[in-house]
């Protein structure tokens, strides 16, 4: 019992935080139809820049906003820059331009930063708390209420403010959100925006537990697709269940099986819902563009 807890517990500390790399995909696909492989840096900007933050005496809750600003800035330097100027271009045109804006962002880190791993001090310590023979690392709980807060946020802002109506109609129909009088490229950017806080949140709660480095994007952008395929790319809903579904799958895998496939189980999901579901859990039945 207290085995398969510890192994739960761990598994959804991590899909947690695949839930909000996922979701930051979904938010952009539903606004532009663009799969963003870059939303991994963001969780990688997110810890960097905390981390050298607070080694240069600023204290952590301003080192974690300012990695958050860092991140923002950077997602709309995405979208300005690089997904605008190919607007009306192929989805393969705009995977292509996401994985070498993805490529650009890690090497410029490797410059700023270093190609050491850091940890940032857990934010309530470092005593676990037990559970029916358990071990839960506090951390772990900042973790999961993060993600909670974000996904419930995200909700009712897109659900009870007029802006959030704006996004929901260019997910719906960019061309009829433009003939209504509605902003869209400036829906895009918010999505951009948005979507690049809630990775580099995911990677401020995260690094106490799992340690950062410049080049831990790349990965976390695949399992975050990965989830998001799961759950259903394009559903919010979906990227969640996505999330905790393939952090749990790597959790029992590593446990029960052996930690050198934990890795691989994001790999396998992608190939099984590609044959056998490919419009995920939650997904629509149709997907024009993926």
């Known amino acids: 019992m207290a085995e398969f807890l510890q192994l739960l517990f761990a598994g959804l500390t991590v899909g947690a935080v695949y839930a909000l790399v996922a979701l930051g995909f979904t938010l952009i696909f539903q606004a532009s ?5 870059a939303q991994g840096e963001f969780v990688m900007l997110g810890g960097m820049v905390t981390v050298f933050a607070f080694k240069a005496g600023v204290p952590l809750p301003l080192a974690a906003l300012l990695a958050v600003l860092v991140a923002v800035a950077v997602g ?16 393969v045109t705009l995977i292509i331009v ?20 850091h940890a940032l001090p857990a934010f309530s310590g470092d005593e676990p708390l037990r559970l029916l023979g358990a071990a839960i690392l506090p951390q772990s709980l900042w973790v999961l209420g993060g993600a909670a807060l974000v996904v419930v946020g995200l909700r009712l802002f897109m ?8 996004v929901r ?9 433009e003939l209504v009088g509605i ?4 829906v895009l950017a918010f999505a951009f925006g948005v979507s690049a806080a809630i ?13 950062t480095s410049y080049a831990v994007g790349t990965l976390l952008a695949l399992k975050g697709f990965a989830a998001a395929m799961l759950g259903g790319i394009g559903n919010p809903v979906g990227a969640v269940l996505g999330g905790v579904l393939l952090g749990l799958l790597e959790s029992f895998a ?16 992608i190939l099984l819902v590609l044959f056998a579901l490919p419009q995920g859990l939650l997904g629509r039945r149709a997907i024009e563009r993926v």
Do not use: C, M
């Open 159 to 166: 659900e009870r403010t007029l802006f959030g109506a704006a």
């Open 199 to 211: 990775g580099a949140l995911g990677g401020i709660l995260v690094t106490p537990v799992t340690l």
């Open 76 to 91: 709309l330097s995405l979208h300005r820059f690089a997904i605008e100027p190919a607007k009306g271009a192929t989805v």
């Open 183 to 186: 902003d869209t490229r400036r």
């Open 33 to 37: 139809e663009v799969v963003n492989f």
């Open 169 to 177: 109609a260019t997910a719906a129909n960019r061309l009829a959100a």
């Open 98 to 117: 996401t994985i070498g804006a993805s490529i650009f962002i890690r090497g410029i880190a490797q410059i700023v930063f270093d190609k050491q791993f």
């Open 254 to 269: 590593a446990g029960w099986i052996s930690s050198t496939y934990k890795d691989a189980v994001a790999f396998v999901v």
